[in-house]
């Protein structure tokens, strides 16, 4: 299969893998897929209260190029929103910005429901209702 | 300087040898003839060709050179050797059996027979990739007439017990066929000893051109016959009509002389720097070989890298030419069914690599391929959060993870 050249250079070069302390009250952590799927991605964001903004966001994957590609690239959008414009993200504008063939388009959907994951946890910390995550 | 990709996917495919080109070239320019032209000396010529061939390839195997069919390779061989004897023995019966990890070259036309009144006992391998002599006894009956088992294994090299087998398959009057694809000319195959009716093998697993290959049919003890599958001239003693790839057929001799001649040294040259491989990654952790390690083809490993994700695992070893899972599968996403008869779960068959060594491997694109892997291993695994989970001591077949 042929990787486009931001599948390969998130792939080379993942940008912020890593773990946040998820016993902080600010840190959402999503987990989701599975390991016979092929794909389990983690994606945490740490979040300043005050403004309501992601400072921080860290990621590991368990999968493809593309799966990793998608993750790594939704780590570097998400620095520097609000929980809200994260809210907004959709899967395909990940398709669009690193070229995912159709095969690939699960992984695009699969950082999109980490995102929504890690907000909700992010919530429920925080007393607020957990989201409604739409399963794929 | 080092060359790279390095090749190390020999059981998909072997590059020609040199020496087999040679023997090659008259055969594609100057004697073109046909071999079946019986009234003129480019005829003869073309036919002198393939008569030293016949003998050159029936010494590999010890048969006699009238019991070698010329195919297109291997998978037609398989073809015209199940077919064939179930159309040949219909009045004996109908029964076949044979295993769950053959090429798909056996398991698919057993299922055509299925459909046209067969009926196929598939028996199931144990881990280590091998077939239970019990279970093929107890599977006879009077009405099979053919047990087709596999000598090694495409994917995990693994060798079953030939000998048994077709004693056993004799012993209830069945006739043994095996599909040698991956052993002839890799390691000593003989059709007496070995009590082989037919068998199936090809030119380009053993560094002879693509599109040539041969079914070896016993003539005598007993004499088996198989219907032919395609209509037309009669060649190769009616069996299989079509004219001859003389250039082909030219080269698939030559490549069965050098085998016979080089074999055992080649064996032995590429079973030291297989297991070199194989013991430098085992140092890892969570690292399995997968299928027997005793009974294997001398230039095969096929191993699994736990918590790492086949296709990212692919990507990372983008400077050597492996495949994981069979390369006949490698476009789809499903795991091997080979490695899935032997037992490993979904992840651990996703995260296996073939390594299929050749004549023309040296040690130090071995060493090469150590580091390479062992680096992009270890690079996945820092990014996977199955690894980071499995340090934490988490038991990750306990989390109830959600399904997309």
């Keep these: 299969m042929a990787y486009s050249d931001k599948v390969i250079d998130h792939y080379s070069n993942p940008r912020n893998v890593g773990t946040l302390d998820k016993s902080k009250k600010n840190v959402g952590t999503g987990l989701v897929g599975a390991p016979e799927c092929g794909d389990v991605m983690r994606l945490q964001i740490e979040v300043d209260e005050a403004t309501n903004t992601i400072t921080d966001a860290k990621f590991k994957t368990f999968g493809c190029g593309s799966a990793i590609a998608s993750s790594s690239l939704a780590t570097e959008w998400l620095k520097g929103k609000t929980v809200d414009e994260a809210l907004a993200i959709d899967n395909m504008e990940i398709v669009e910005e690193l070229a995912l063939p159709p095969v690939k388009i699960h992984c695009s959907v699969l950082a999109e429901d980490a995102i929504k994951s890690a907000i909700s946890d992010y919530r429920v910390k925080n007393g607020l209702p957990a989201l409604e995550l739409a399963h794929h | 300087m080092l060359k790279l990709p390095i090749y190390l996917d020999n059981n998909a495919t072997t590059p020609l040898d040199p020496r087999v080109l040679e023997a090659m070239m008259p055969y594609l320019t100057d004697v073109f003839g046909n071999a079946a032209s019986r009234n003129h000396p480019f005829g ?6 393939v008569d030293y061939a016949r003998t050159q390839i029936a010494q590999l195997i010890g048969c006699d050179s009238k019991e070698i069919i010329f195919t297109s390779g291997a998978t037609e061989g398989d073809n015209l050797g199940i077919k064939g004897v179930f159309e040949m023995y219909a009045q004996k019966g109908n029964h076949v059996i044979t295993t769950t990890t053959e090429h798909k070259a056996v398991l698919d036309t057993c299922k055509h027979l299925e459909k046209i009144g067969g009926r196929v006992t598939y028996l199931p391998v144990d881990e ?6 019990e279970d093929l006894e107890a599977a006879m009956t009077p009405e099979t007439i053919l047990v087709t088992i596999m000598y ?25 066929m095996t599909d040698g694809t991956q052993a002839v000319g890799k390691i000593p195959v003989d059709v007496n000893a070995d009590g082989i009716d037919i068998m199936a093998f090809t030119a380009h697993k053993m560094y002879g051109p693509k599109g040539i290959g041969a079914l070896y049919v016993r003539r005598k003890n007993p004499r088996v016959k198989v219907t032919a599958q ?26 069965c002389e050098l085998a016979r001649q080089e074999m055992a040294a080649d064996a032995a040259r590429l079973s ?19 299928g027997s390690v005793e009974s294997r083809l001398p230039h095969v490993a096929n191993i ?7 296709e990212g695992l692919m ?3 983008k400077d050597l030419a492996v495949s994981s899972g069979s390369a006949c599968t490698s476009a789809s996403l499903e795991p091997s069914y080979v490695l899935k008869a032997l037992g490993l779960s979904d992840d651990l068959a996703h995260s296996s690599l073939r390594f299929g060594l050749s004549r023309f491997t040296t ?30 001591g988490i038991d990750l077949s306990k989390i109830e993870w959600a399904e997309h």
């Design chain 2, 363 to 392: 040690d130090e694109q071995i060493d090469y391929a150590i580091n390479h892997v062992k680096e992009a291993v270890t690079k996945l695994r820092e990014m996977s959060p199955l690894w980071e989970m499995h340090k934490e």
């Design chain 2, 304 to 310: 699994s890298f736990k918590y790492v994700e086949g």
């Design chain 2, 230 to 255: 395609m209509d037309g001239g009669g060649h190769e003693r009616g069996m299989r009509s079509g004219t001859l790839n003389v250039p082909g057929i030219v080269g698939m001799g030559k490549a």
């Design chain 2, 272 to 290: 030291v720097m297989r297991d070199r491989l194989q013991t430098e990654l085992m140092t890892m952790e969570e690292t399995y070989v997968n």
């Design chain 2, 128 to 133: 280590l990739g091998l077939i239970s002599l």
């Design chain 2, 152 to 176: 090694g294994n495409n994917e995990t090299g693994t060798i079953q017990p030939i000998r048994e087998i077709a004693a056993i398959a004799h012993k209830h009057g069945a006739l043994f």
């Design chain 2, 315 to 317: 990507m990372g070893v």
């Design chain 2, 44 to 49: 003869w010529a073309a036919e002198e060709g």
